[in-house]
């Protein structure tokens, strides 16, 4: 008999780990494991909502954080295959970026 977790698409595996404040994960370098795009549940602020799961170094547990940060999004579907990868979180002035 075959396990589950042997043959469920990864796009659907729920992501592990306690959730971290995107505020808490300024200018600290994290590797990025894998996201998900979802409609936000907080139309009046964004229209999509990222789920990203990562961190700290490469024997760490794994985390995650959501944002609705249209820039953050872009950079992650942009360079979707480049994953995982070293990003560094910053705020400049009213939005937040990968770098």
């Not at 595996?13 to 600290?28: A, Q, T, Y």
């Not at 894998?34 to 170094?57: G, N």
């Not at 794994?62 to 992650?76: C, R």
Request: hydrophobic fraction near 30%; include cysteine.
């Amino acid at each position: 008999m075959e396990r589950f977790g042997d043959f469920v698409d990864s796009e659907e595996r729920p992501f592990s780990g306690d959730k971290v404040r995107l505020n808490d994960l300024i200018n600290k370098e994290i590797i990025i494991l894998r996201y998900k795009v979802r409609p936000s549940k907080y139309k009046d602020k964004s229209d999509r909502c990222a789920t990203v799961q990562f961190k700290y170094d490469e024997n760490g547990e794994e985390k995650i954080f959501f944002t609705g940060s249209s820039v953050i999004i872009s950079q992650l579907e942009k360079y979707n295959e480049k994953l995982p990868f070293l990003a560094c979180i910053k705020h400049i002035d009213r939005y937040y970026t990968l770098a």
